[in-house]
């Protein structure tokens, strides 16, 4: 039960609004019909909605049965609510009460008596226009799949011991057993026999795969930027996710961490900063919704996330959920699941209803990459995010995955001016012309060679789906304390580190890819080289002509 501190210090928003006692039942009629349409919510009553000024409710008998008559009288439909009383000190300093309404997602379409729709959108209850109400109408012609029986399913089926944990953390005091029994319609009797529902089992279930074979989450690593098939065929990694719904968001989410690329560059007070190719946000985001919003109905597929060298798919069975479109996504939500949205909402990957997607699209554009874009077809909604690493920076922000031709990470030093200079008797660094060698390979990209014998890592092509282990050049750390163990200049130390966080794992470099990242003179760039030589950092490449070199991995040290 919430305290009247906890009531105060909430903040309207898509699941919770405050009353005045001395609202109209026609007014409060629209805002619960809007919980209804959208996510459901809840209701204080007998709190000023504008100063938070604590109004009771013992002493408005008359306006309170209005109240309480309200979703029965003036909503059409009538809307199911439940009633909480909380203890409070009115302004007045006498004993009392707020009433909460606690109102459900409805499976059905609700207008108040003036046949006015409304929504929750945000903190607000919007009236719907002609269209919009229609493609809701058309939305709440179904009842929510995640509501229907599973055949064959029992309360056995559940785990409970699971269901225990989940009480502990929402602060619900009853048995597992009880809580599945009396809440969200998980386990209900009809017609003398037990039903369970998909919701339950999807998030409770000890094997939800026995009733839901395709309920599970595939990631498909790919080499390059388009899939090819056949003798061609350039999957590195594909991998299975199955479990309940959380385990498979934790797996998902942890597994496109360890995929994707980082950039580390030493910032401006000296200190390493480490860039991911996708933000936490935005790679957990695109998981939470998938699976969120899956029609779970659609039984012949899975959920599909697929990693391409310059951005990330996913797709999810299911159309766009509601009066959601193409062009109103940012602003606009509506849970097609919002018992599984409610619970992952539990476990924090769900901040707030509605944020997810205008919040993904602020970060992108911050570091100059596009909004995701959308594309719903074949009743499969694909969402794809474009990567750090090969999206052009646009004017004034800087891609940190760029390559040689790409500017430095914001806060270095830019190397590139001709007449930046290197320690004492070195000569002045080179134009920014300086060519790599002719007919050098590609580096730190897909094609790039190893060494005869060498096995290519997962970021280099391969032509089967066998996971290889992915070789990582020493660290950031590993490469500090080396540094430290000689006695150079910081100038020289400086350009060292550069060149550390240009090069990527399994990268071959010369002499001539330095010139190119530093715009040094060649000279320069081989007394660099010997530094690196020095210091016991480098292996030395054969097959691939001379002078050709790759960071030591850690376990080469």
Known sequence: ?????????????????????????????????????????????????????????????????????????????SVPVSVEFVECI?????????????????????ANQADEAYIRVGDKSKKLDFNDRLMLMYAKGVRYYEDEPVADA???????????????????????????????????IKNGKEQVSVAAV????????????????????????????????????????????????????????NQMKERTYLGNNGVFITEEEYSKFVRTELVVNAVAHRDYGIKGTDIQI?????????????????????ENIRYTHFSRNPKIASFLKDYAYVKEYGEGVDRMCNELEAIGLPCPAYDNSSFILKTTVMSASAWPSKSGVKNIFADSKSELPIGEENLADSQSELPIGEEKLADSQAELPIGGEKLADSQSELPIGEEKSADCVMKSNINIAKTIKLSATSFDELLNDRSYSEKINSSLRLIYQHVDDNQIFDSNYIVKILKCSERTARNLVNKLKEMGVLVVVTGNGKGNYRFKYEDEL
């Open 1 to 77: 039960m919430m305290t009247i501190e906890q009531i105060l210090a909430m903040d309207e928003k898509q699941i919770f609004d405050r009353k005045s006692i001395q609202i109209k039942p026609s007014d409060l009629s629209a805002t619960i019909c809007a919980f209804a349409n959208a996510d459901g919510g809840t209701i204080a009553i007998g709190i000023s909605d504008k100063h938070k000024r604590i109004e009771g409710i013992d002493y408005h008998t008359e306006q309170l049965n209005e109240i309480l008559r309200t979703p029965i009288d003036f909503c059409v439909p």
């Open 90 to 110: 009115n302004s007045d300093g006498k004993n009392d009460h707020v009433l909460l309404m606690h109102i459900e997602a409805s499976p059905l379409f609700h």
């Open 154 to 188: 029992s309360i056995a089926d559940l785990d409970m011991d699971f269901i225990g944990q989940y009480c502990t953390k929402i602060g619900y005091g009853k048995t597992p057993e009880e809580y599945v029994r009396e809440n969200k319609k998980f386990v209900t």
């Open 202 to 257: 999807l998030l409770f279930g000890k094997k939800p795969q026995f009733f839901f074979p395709r309920a599970f989450i595939r990631f498909i690593r790919y080499d390059g930027i388009e899939p090819l098939v056949g003798k061609d065929m350039n999957v590195v990694k594909d991998v299975i996710f199955e479990g309940r719904i959380l385990e498979q968001v934790e797996k998902a989410v942890a597994f496109i961490q």
């Open 306 to 326: 697929k990693m391409f060298d310059n951005r990330l798919e996913v797709d999810s069975p299911g159309v766009f959920p509601g009066m959601v479109k193409k």
